[in-house]
């Protein structure tokens, strides 16, 4: 059976620098305390009208399929992680499939936010594996500054947030010392709550002690989204930040050791992890208890705060073009997010 191979991977972020100094503008926040919770200096917002969740992973995914040396029309398969689509639905695979002129192949959506870049990666793997497919794009991309509270009441959430995409296309390879070794997915919904975007949504109150929505409850036609949710600030997520941090820094060693105990290899094998960037901090805080050295992690949150689906991607794809990144490299992706769910990655370049 081949293993699959990560053949070309692409990035893009919008060209609109928001330092943390700009968010000062619209809410009471600091540089300062941005910095010392999440080691974010700054972050890049897509343009309001021009530019979509989808026309981002577009633009990755032409970098991603170029490198890969194929073209738009050799992709069999697409699949795209985001948690802030174009639309409520359809999803923005089949966007991406018409904006790149693609045949009439598969697309698939994928609901994990943090988790859905390993997510739609194990998804490729499988497929590859099979056989079934053997140019598959899979795609993270997210249009947060469209969705986001950037009164002082939503600062715990806005100022970690930024924009951008990530691609890469999977194909099989028959090379010994190549490919996806194995992914490891998993999830814990008692945490649904903890990290969330309630409204709009079908709900009605129905899953939580703590209400989620002021709406009416009408016989017919119940309120998917109603002026009193919005006039509250209720269509804006949710975080319980200490919450989330104190599971992270839980699951990512967790997920990372299953990763490598179930191929027989340890962390000094490893020559990169590229940890989801959700905090700077969350990140430091693995590599300690991993006891791994600078050169083994890499982070670039610093310049574009937490892209959630994109995040990976992109950071894979800076780390590989700064030749940080070679043929054969023990590599390690892992991610952790709402829902609760994570996942990891291991490969060799
Ligand atoms: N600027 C200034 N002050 C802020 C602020 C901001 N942007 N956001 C929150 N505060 C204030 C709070 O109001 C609170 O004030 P109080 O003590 O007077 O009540 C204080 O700072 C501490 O808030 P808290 O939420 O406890 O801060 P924290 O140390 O936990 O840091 C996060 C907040 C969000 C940075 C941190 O919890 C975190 O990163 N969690 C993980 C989030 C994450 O990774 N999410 C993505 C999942 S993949």
Redesign the pocket.
């Known amino acids: 059976m081949p293993r699959s191979k990560i053949a070309g991977i692409g990035f893009y972020v919008p060209e609109n620098i928001v330092t943390n100094n700009d968010l000062t503008r619209f809410m009471?926040?600091?540089d300062a305390?941005?910095q010392e919770?999440?080691g974010i200096k700054e972050r890049r917002f897509a343009h309001r009208t021009k530019e979509t969740t989808t026309t981002m992973g577009v633009e990755a995914a032409r970098i991603a399929i170029e490198r890969a040396g194929i073209t738009p029309n050799d992709i069999d398969f697409i699949i795209f992680a985001t948690l802030s689509p174009d639309y409520y639905f359809p999803g923005c695979g089949v966007l991406l499939q018409r904006a790149m002129k693609m045949n009439h192949i598969g697309a698939l959506d994928v609901r994990n936010q943090?988790s859905g870049f390993i997510y739609a990666l194990s998804v490729a793997d499988q497929y590859i594996k099979t056989g079934m497919y053997k140019n598959i794009l899979i795609v993270g991309s997210e249009k947060h500054s469209f969705g986001l509270d950037f009164s002082t009441r939503g600062?715990?959430i806005s100022?970690?947030f930024g924009d951008g995409a990530g691609a890469a296309v999977i194909q099989p390879t028959e090379k010994e010392n190549q490919g996806i070794l194995s992914t490891h997915l998993h999830s814990d919904g008692e945490f649904a709550e903890v990290?969330a975007m309630y409204n709009p949504g079908t709900h009605a109150n129905h899953w939580s002690d703590k209400p989620h929505a002021d709406f009416e409850d009408k016989e017919m036609g119940e309120m998917f989204m109603s002026h009193a949710m919005i006039e509250k600030g209720q269509n804006y997520p949710f975080?319980d930040?200490?919450a989330?941090?104190k599971k992270?820094v839980e699951k990512f060693p967790e997920v990372i050791h299953e990763a490598l105990d179930d191929n027989g290899l340890k962390t000094s094998d490893l020559t990169l992890l590229v940890p989801?960037q959700?905090?700077l901090?969350?990140a430091q805080f693995v590599q300690k208890q991993l006891k791994l050295s600078n050169d083994q992690v890499f982070n670039n949150i610093e310049h574009y705060g937490?892209t959630t689906a994109a995040s990976i991607p992109i950071a894979l794809c800076e780390a590989w073009e700064k030749g940080k990144i070679k043929e054969g490299d023990l590599i390690c992706l892992a991610a952790?997010?709402?829902g609760y769910t994570w996942g990891s990655v291991l490969m060799r370049w």
């Open positions: 009471d926040t600091s305390w941005i919770r999440s943090c600062r715990n100022v970690i990290l975080m930040g200490p989330v941090f992270a989801h959700a905090n901090r969350i937490n952790f997010g709402s």
